[in-house]
DNA sequence: TCCCGTCTCATCCTTTTGGCTGATACGGCC
DNA sequence: GGCCGTATCAGCCAAAAGGATGAGACGGGA
């Protein structure tokens, strides 16, 4: 018996799952939560076979927190992020954190049971939509920004002019053309306007 | 009795949905449809007394224009929204496309229940959260872009340049400067940046 | 130790953008 | 017919952004 628990905010998500899995006899979900605090917390409590984890949770620390502060606590914890969107962010942080594998909400049931018999055996599954992208990111790591620039386009996608974002990191307007000069090359952009919008699409919204 | 249609590109929200409806001995979950096309189609069918739908549907046409063709098929049929976001855009053109009410996903059961059960007698419904957006969105009318200036908007998140976007809408640059001044004032921003930076967050990304 | 990546700054020059003012044209609406 | 919103265009000027190049400081790794 593989038991599960499911950390969502969304009551439908977890009520679907919850029917889902319960046609499977050899699952079955022994405790939900709705924030990641309490995920984590729950998870701790009931030591679960596996755990299906959504990212964005509302307010209070989000999937890919929750799963960092599982790992600490108990390492061998079988994570499955379960979520609706595919940012590349979103993916790598995950990986990053420690999830054993990406699965999408629009996934059929028989991958989604085929993901939690498999994370119980330690084996690792990924979305397709979701692996072709992460092979994406990992073959581009041109893409890779240094800290700093990573600051700056944070601040860029507030609409900050160069003067702006001088001030707010305590550096010239020279040192920001330069920065920006740099991130335009590695987002493959020409201008701030370009660069907002890789950015901005990029995170989050699919 | 009251019948209702799912349509939601996701299984498990469908699943979580029927689960949770089916607790309630005066509603029945008639049928499903997991995207735009099949859900007009399916509405048309069954003529159910509501429909909860989805925004968001993957590829085919989305929830918005889901609800304009029921619209004009059946003037009188009861929708509901029932999404995870929302933007002020998204709200709106719901809203304007015929919606009758507007449920978060993470809405409690019972406000679920009693929005079903209003829309059956026809009455609207608004998840709190929505009705202050809507009515912060009504209460701004400057943000009542023009056809024109919305298309501009939309090109402008794309990284265009003043002389791509004259090329693209075989307009001259000053005629798009006019328009982004307009756009700018509109929005409540001094640059091409801040303006792209509002537009993709306000849709799209909560 | 020397090299390389990162962060910092500067100068010069060109292109782009933004602000302002004013103008024409078309289509509704009172 | 006059008014207003919308869409179109022009010219002018100042500010902002972008491109090119060079360079100093610091720290880590070969």
Redesign the pocket.
């Known amino acids: 018996m593989i038991s599960v628990v499911l950390v969502d905010d969304h009551l439908v998500v977890r009520s679907g799952l919850r029917a889902l899995l319960s046609t499977q006899p050899d699952i079955e979900v022994v405790a939900e939560a709705s924030s990641g605090e309490n995920g984590v917390a729950t998870v701790l409590e009931h030591g679960p076979d596996v755990v299906l984890m959504d990212l964005a949770m509302g307010a209070g620390i989000d999937g890919i927190e929750a799963i960092r502060q599982l790992r600490t606590r108990r390492p061998k914890q079988a994570v499955l992020v379960f979520t609706t969107y595919d940012s590349d962010a979103d993916i790598v942080r995950a990986v990053d954190a420690g999830a054993m594998g990406y699965l999408l909400k629009d996934a059929a049931p028989d991958e989604i049971f085929a993901a939690v018999r498999g994370a119980a055996k330690g084996q690792s599954h990924m979305s397709a939509p979701v692996a072709s992208r992460l092979f994406q990111a990992m073959r581009n790591p041109d893409e890779a920004l240094?800290?700093?620039?990573a600051e700056l386009l944070t601040l860029l996608t507030q609409g900050l002019?160069?003067?702006e974002l001088g001030k707010k990191?305590f550096?010239?307007e020279?040192?920001v053309?330069?920065?920006?000069?740099h991130i335009?090359a590695k987002l493959g952009v020409?201008?701030?306007?370009s660069a907002i919008a890789k950015a901005l699409r990029r995170e989050g919204m699919r």
């Open positions: 240094t800290p700093r620039e002019s160069n003067k990191l550096i010239s020279a040192t053309k330069t920065h920006l000069a335009y020409d201008s701030r306007a």
